[in-house]
């Protein structure tokens, strides 16, 4: 396996600054946490979120989303398809993992767990993801205004760990993500960083578990849960719905898109049938059928 990416000052410095810019943009000043309104930002974006829990087979790592153009019409047509198989705080991260692709013109990509550190590309989008949902001046801020110092050289594990518990039910990363950042930024040493990775963050029943549960059960637990979700916004189905009335989409497609999700075109009042090729093609794209194609 090959090492993970380090990034220069040049490329963090450009990564933190888009970061900086999209958040403004999209309305998040100062120390407002994106978190749950990762979805919201899609939806007003026009960017389709297909949600589809795949789950890993044997060696290789199930995907954790992917960014997908479609044409019709001339109309183009984005998506990004999530793997609700994995825990949502990482369903988060990958969400904004895949804007960075989106916003810098990658292309249809798609990225897999085991990926992520080890191309350019993938160390820029999982910095920027970071960087959006949690900027680096911002976590600088609270570290100073909670410990009363810049660094957390000298703090006992116990306390980082509550730290760790409460920034992310406040600004939803994924634990390690947290961990990593503490560590980029040097307010923790090798061995804190260390022993702080070592843990198994996901066992509730274990220090950092019931931690995060006494902080805030209903998020801590809703964060470390796979939500296994199948379907699309409201509002989206809307959009297939209305693209098939307007000849943009045919029958054909109209059925096998609304399949994706769990529903028939009787559910919206029209009477065609379905056929188990056309649920099966959604399916098959995910379980591997399809490449990166920058």
């Not at 804007?99 to 550190?117: D, I, M, N, P, W």
């Not at 760790?164 to 990363?173: F, G």
């Not at 470390?224 to 409201?234: D, E, F, K």
């Amino acid at each position: 396996m090959q090492p993970p990416i380090a990034l220069d000052k040049l490329q963090i410095n450009r990564i933190k600054r888009l970061a900086e810019i999209k958040r403004r943009t999209l309305g998040f000043v100062g120390d407002t946490p994106i978190a749950s309104q990762i979805f919201t930002i899609l939806e007003n974006m026009n960017i389709l979120l297909l949600e589809y829990p795949i789950k890993s087979e044997g060696e290789k790592p199930a995907f954790s989303a992917v960014l997908m153009y479609s044409k019709e019409s001339n109309e183009e047509l984005i998506f990004i398809g999530l793997n609700t198989a994995d825990y949502f705080d990482r369903q988060v991260f990958a969400v904004a993992h895949e804007l960075y692709h989106f916003y810098t013109k990658t292309g249809s990509h798609l990225s897999r767990v085991a990926e992520e550190e080890n191309l350019l590309a993938e160390a820029e989008a999982n910095r920027f993801a970071a960087e959006f949902l949690l900027p680096e001046s911002i976590l600088e801020h609270i570290i100073l205004n909670e410990f009363k110092d810049s660094s957390l050289k000298k703090v006992q594990i116990k306390t980082l760990l509550r730290f760790i518990a409460r920034l992310q039910c406040t600004w939803w990363l994924p634990y390690r993500s947290l961990v990593r950042r503490l560590k980029e930024i040097d307010v923790i040493s090798n061995q804190q960083y260390e022993q702080l990775y070592s843990i198994n963050e996901r066992n509730m029943d274990e220090e950092y578990g019931r931690m995060g549960r006494a902080i805030n059960n209903e998020i801590f637990l809703k964060l470390n849960t796979a939500t296994n979700n199948i379907g699309t916004s409201p509002k989206d189905i809307e959009v297939i719905i209305r693209n098939f009335e307007d000849n943009i989409i045919d029958e054909d497609k109209f059925i096998n898109t609304l399949s994706l999700f769990n529903k028939n075109p009787h559910d919206y009042g029209y009477n065609i049938e379905v056929s188990d090729e056309d649920a099966n093609e959604f399916e098959e794209f995910f379980n591997g059928e399809v490449r990166d194609e920058r």
